[in-house]
């Protein structure tokens, strides 16, 4: 259906290598098909290059971060949704994630929905922002709208 899921956490198949999660994503893909989905993947996220022959398991969270965002490009996912892409990264991986989620959704057009707790890094790759309590949504825009909406740091950046 074109929409690619990563949950926070169990994003990858650990007891796997590198490589064998690459080809579970493809799965469905014809050889060809899968090949050339390979190696734009691994055009976008070189770093997993020298890693497929590792177990996921091995890998730090940046890296199985990459490796879950990868198998995504591979299914020719449209939508990509994340749950708190950052969680439990160093703060270089965590703006690494960023910049290739960024990098995605310019580069080959993704449409992006992503749930994390790092407010002010989310809006600056977003174009629009909703803000979620108890269900209900309590402020909506243009991200750069709220970026400088006071009551909205308030509320959620604690400025």
Same mark, same amino acid.
């Given at each position: 259906m074109g929409?690619?899921?990563?949950?926070?956490?169990?994003?990858i198949f650990t007891n796997l290598t590198v490589e064998e999660n690459l080809k579970i994503a493809g799965y469905i893909l014809e050889n060809g098909e899968y090949r050339d989905q390979l190696d734009l993947a691994l055009e976008v996220f070189p770093e997993l290059t020298t890693k497929l022959k590792q177990k996921g398991g091995t890998l730090n969270g940046g890296e199985r971060q990459f490796l879950a965002i990868a198998s995504a490009l591979i299914k020719k996912a449209e939508l990509l949704i994340l749950d708190e892409p950052t969680a439990m @990264?160093?703060?270089?991986?965590?703006?690494?994630?960023?910049?290739k989620i960024l990098e995605l959704k310019e580069t080959f057009g993704l449409t992006v929905l992503i749930v994390e707790q790092n407010v002010k890094k989310a809006l600056e790759i977003s174009d629009n922002?909703?803000?979620?309590?108890?269900?209900r949504i309590v402020f909506e825009g243009k991200?750069?709208? @709220?970026?400088g909406h006071e009551k909205f740091e308030n509320f959620c950046m604690g400025i």
């Open positions: 929409i690619a899921y990563l949950p926070q956490i169990e994003n @990264l160093s703060p270089r991986f965590a703006n690494d994630t960023f910049q922002a909703y803000m979620l309590m108890n269900g991200s750069e709208e @709220l970026l």
